[in-house]
């Protein structure tokens, strides 16, 4: 079992839908991660937060816009997404985001979203 | 830039060993990691490597690090079918932003 857990597991949505992918960790990490994964392929980073500020975004479209409410809680709130957006996101923690520390990442199991 | 490579497919008979290899182009590397994707989940971390070791062992998995070749292998000993899953590699950068660089992963299918 995953201590990062995501909800919802899978989600469908129209292109003019507004929803919102939830995760939440209780191990005490200090920095929370959005990746999106195509098929087959490895996860892409999307967003970094550390210490709930938000420290590396990918240039990542607007249409994905993440949140932070505190420090066990991580959102993706998501609105007028193209088909082309349909992937697995995953949400990950580690204890800092320091480069020279070890910290290794923490994944959730994902939400599998679907855009129509 | 920073780069990692796996080959793509594995296929072993099921009591026998996996090697699972990767190259990376970073070589101020500091840390280096295995993860397992099963179907349907999530990353699952398997084992990580300090750049300045060149082994570490953990049960049936053992990782070998050569530095110099910026090559590193994943041996899995006694592989069962419940290892079937592609497994990453992926390197902590060099960049001030800490990022995991992964490898495409590997397909690793095991046979009765």
């Known amino acids: 079992d995953t201590e990062v857990t995501q909800t919802p597991k899978h989600l469908v949505m129209g292109m003019t839908n507004k929803k919102s992918l939830k995760c939440e960790q209780h191990m005490g990490h200090r920095a929370m991660y959005w990746y999106k994964q195509k098929a087959k392929k490895p996860p892409e980073l999307m967003f970094v937060?550390?210490?709930?500020?938000?420290?590396i975004n990918e240039s990542v479209p607007s249409r994905f816009s993440p949140e932070c409410p505190n420090s066990s809680l991580l959102n993706l709130h998501l609105h007028a997404l193209q088909p082309e957006d349909s992937a697995l996101y995953l949400c990950?923690?580690?204890?800092?985001?320091?480069?020279?520390?070890?910290?290794?990442?923490?994944f959730g199991n994902g939400t599998r979203l679907t855009v129509t | 830039g920073e780069d990692v490579e796996q080959s793509l497919f594995l296929s072993v008979r099921e009591g026998d060993s996996s090697v699972i290899n990767c190259t990376y182009t970073?070589?101020?590397?500091?840390?280096l990691y295995w993860y397992k994707q099963e179907p349907g989940a999530g990353l699952q971390l398997l084992t990580y490597?300090?750049?300045?070791?060149d082994m570490k062992q953990d049960q049936r998995l053992t990782v070998l690090l050569n530095k110099k070749d910026k090559h590193l292998s994943l041996r899995i000993a006694d592989t069962q079918t419940g290892d079937s899953a592609i497994y990453f590699c992926a390197e902590k950068g060099s960049s001030n932003t800490g990022k995991l660089i992964f490898g495409q992963g590997t397909t690793l299918q095991v046979k009765p």
């Open positions: 970073d070589s101020s590397s500091t840390y």
């Open positions: 990950a923690s580690s204890q800092d985001a320091h480069p020279s520390n070890n910290s290794p990442l923490h």
């Open positions: 490597i300090f750049s300045n070791m």
């Open positions: 937060y550390s210490y709930e500020k938000l420290s």
